[in-house]
């Protein structure tokens, strides 16, 4: 069976690690971060931790996960670039889901006419918003203040994301509220019915508004 690590850096403050033997996992951490001891700091040393306490080291790993994105840009790039290098050393490979993908694991249209919104927020007073129809994506960074306004155009009825509904938003839909987790970039690829495509990622960009 394969031994999975999911790594997930893509919140500013946030890192996730997650151990799976196929599907079912052996371990996991969820560390808060400050500028002073920031998740790239401590990206190798829980690694390590979280491998010893599964009785395993980083040689046993057969496949590796991280989130590409959007989020965080330093976070995105140290968690890639680390995992790259441990999946280039051992031969492993290395395979992205996107930070939409990861919040859409449990979560599924009632409706094609009523749909679902993932929103992150940018940290710039906008949010990354992915909707999902078919099998495809609609990436899009949308401000604070429009946000209320493409809801109700695209017929959202479910927003989940990594933020409270802020007091002043005019949304009657339901609001979910899911952290980053290294557990549903597992979960993600799992379910994915196209894992060859997610091997060699790129990290998904959206730039934010100025």
Not at 29 to 42: D, M, P, R, V
């Amino acid at each position: 069976m394969p031994l999975i690590l999911a790594l997930d850096n893509s919140h500013q403050t946030l890192l996730s690690l997650a151990l799976y033997e196929d599907d079912s996992c052996l371990g996991h951490l969820q560390i808060q971060t400050t500028f002073h001891n920031s998740s790239t700091a401590q990206m190798v040393d829980r690694t390590d931790a979280l491998l010893k306490s599964a009785n395993h080291t980083i040689q046993d790993i057969t496949i590796y996960i991280v989130n590409r994105g959007p989020g965080s840009f330093t976070g995105l790039r140290s968690s890639m670039a680390f995992a790259q290098g441990l999946a280039l050393s051992s031969g492993a490979p290395l395979y992205g889901i996107s930070a939409f993908e990861a919040l859409q694991t449990g979560y599924t249209q009632t409706s094609p006419s009523e749909k679902t919104a993932y929103l992150l927020d940018t940290k710039c007073q906008s949010y990354y918003v992915g909707l999902h129809s078919g099998n495809a994506w609609q990436h899009d960074v949308v401000t604070f203040e429009k946000i209320d306004v493409f809801l109700e155009e695209n017929n959202v009825k479910t927003v989940v994301s990594d933020n409270p509904k802020p007091n002043e938003l005019n949304f009657d839909g339901l609001w979910i509220i899911k952290t980053p987790d290294a557990r549903l970039l597992v979960n993600a690829w799992h379910r994915h019915q196209n894992q060859q495509a997610l091997i060699n990622p790129q990290i998904l960009y959206l730039k934010s508004p100025v």
